[in-house]
């Protein structure tokens, strides 16, 4: 995500990833219209990069709205490293935030790491229903 934002990327990671759980128990969500055409706008104007990006959830309240994506995941000896970008909006604010962060799924681990502006792989703590979103990120098939 330019690769190495990590701000509120924190987020990406908590709806991201956790311990694993059934993977049926927990799916991306749909995409809303509003979503899409944020991302897309976002993308023409050349702040979130131009690449098949998975929506994986939205949060819509009073004070904030936040989507998160991912995008080019790579099965390695680990896991499955990949991109994350984090859609945010703040109250009253007109502009959109994007953060992006690479990170990786530790599969057998089941740890969810972030690379830091450093160059270091550091442990992401997640939150409550993260342990499911582990499961199914390090379920998906590379395309191709």
């Not at 009073?62 to 991109?83: M, Q, S, W």
């Amino acid at each position: 995500m330019p690769m190495l934002r990590v701000g509120a990327a924190s987020l990406v990671a908590a709806l991201a990833f956790g311990a694993p759980a059934p993977a049926e128990t927990w799916q991306p969500q749909t995409e809303s219209p509003m979503w899409a055409a944020t991302r897309e706008q976002l993308t023409q104007s050349g702040d979130l990069p131009a690449r098949p990006w998975l929506f994986m959830e939205g949060l819509h309240t009073p004070a904030l709205r936040a989507a998160e994506y991912l995008a080019d995941p790579t099965r390695t000896r680990l896991g499955v490293a990949f991109d994350g970008a984090l859609l945010i909006q703040k109250k009253d604010a007109d502009n959109w935030t994007v953060r992006l962060v690479r990170m990786r799924a530790l599969c057998n681990q089941q740890r969810l790491q972030r690379l830091s502006a450093q160059g270091a792989w550091v442990d992401y703590v997640g939150r409550d229903g993260t342990a499911a979103k582990v499961q199914w990120i390090c379920a998906l098939r590379p395309p191709g």
